[in-house]
């Protein structure tokens, strides 16, 4: 618990440097978001079992020829959802989220794929399973959706991350449509960070086990501990990432840190990973920002 509080903490410092950071760099931020895209859609589709690397992400959204043969749902799976993510950059602050809105999240993410679930929930004797856990009965779905939405709202005196961490748990719990739950929950994130005035976040492939070790941690104890320290440092991850744009620094690799600073690089990766230091990923290599005078 006390990890968590040090987290609230952090971001909430973070956030108010970032705001008066973002004075005027608009266009900056816009770029940032951009080139973010690609990262986010590698990330959770790899979590979701796809063979494609970044790179090749990468090139599927800049229409370049790949080197081996991608089946054409893993192109739409890429296409779609990055779609999905520049939508919600854009449009997440004009509407509230609600039972349409994650529809039409759904519909952009699986047309193409299977139009015969797309944009529906979970219907008749459509049962799923994640792992050892059975989803609800799909009778169960529109109520379920609409007690989490009230939680979420009736607990606006809450800390973001752990109003966020309990959302995404419940709705992975509900699993409420045949394909591409764990994608629109992910998306879904950002879509109430952005609208509360938060940066978006990247949950990433190499965290995959800590992400599922979450789900088991609600469906086994009821408690979002994991998520909230998941959902914490991908955060400041964020923020990090943002600072170090906004603030003017030179933007250089941990291994190029730990050099000139005579620090162990090993040592320097653990804290990053913890983010006690103000790094961050980017395109999967540990980064920081120093001052053009730092030496």
């Known amino acids: 618990m006390a990890k968590v509080l040090n987290i609230y903490s952090k971001i909430n410092s973070l956030r108010e440097r970032y705001y008066k950071a973002s004075i005027g760099n608009e266009s900056l931020l816009n770029l940032i978001a951009e080139t973010e895209v690609a990262e986010q859609v590698y990330n959770s589709n790899a979590i979701e079992n796809s063979t494609l690397t970044l790179e090749e ?43 349409e ?54 607990s606006s005196n809450e800390n973001i991350i752990k109003r966020i961490a309990r959302l995404h748990l419940t709705f992975e719990y509900i699993h409420p449509f045949v394909d591409g739950n764990g994608r629109i929950g992910r998306v879904t994130n950002n879509y109430l960070l952005i609208r509360e005035g938060f940066v978006p976040i990247n949950i990433k492939f190499i965290d995959r086990n800590k992400y599922y070790e979450a789900f088991k941690e609600f469906d086994e104890k009821g408690k979002t501990i994991i998520m909230e320290e998941m959902v914490g440092k991908a955060l400041t991850n964020s923020y990090h990432k943002r ?32 983010q006690t230091i103000e790094a961050f990923l980017e395109k999967n290599v540990w980064k920081i920002g120093i001052s053009y005078d730092e030496k």
């Open 101 to 154: 809105v994650f529809l039409l999240l759904h519909k952009m993410l699986i047309s193409n794929i299977r139009d015969d679930i797309a944009g529906r929930f979970r219907q008749n004797n459509e049962y799923v399973r994640v792992g050892n856990h059975i989803a609800p009965n799909p009778k169960e779905i529109i109520n379920r959706l609409e007690k989490m939405l009230v939680e979420y709202y009736a």
């Open 243 to 274: 600072l170090a744009y906004l603030e003017n620094k030179k933007i250089i690799t941990l291994a190029e840190y730990s050099k000139f600073k005579k620090f162990s690089h090993s040592n320097l990766i653990n804290k990053a990973g913890r």
């Open 57 to 99: 992400t990468e090139k599927i959204l800049l229409q370049i020829n790949l080197d081996r043969f991608i089946t054409e749902r893993e192109i739409f799976e890429t296409k779609n959802l990055a779609r999905i993510v520049s939508y919600i950059n854009k449009k997440a602050k004009e509407q509230e989220i609600s039972l």
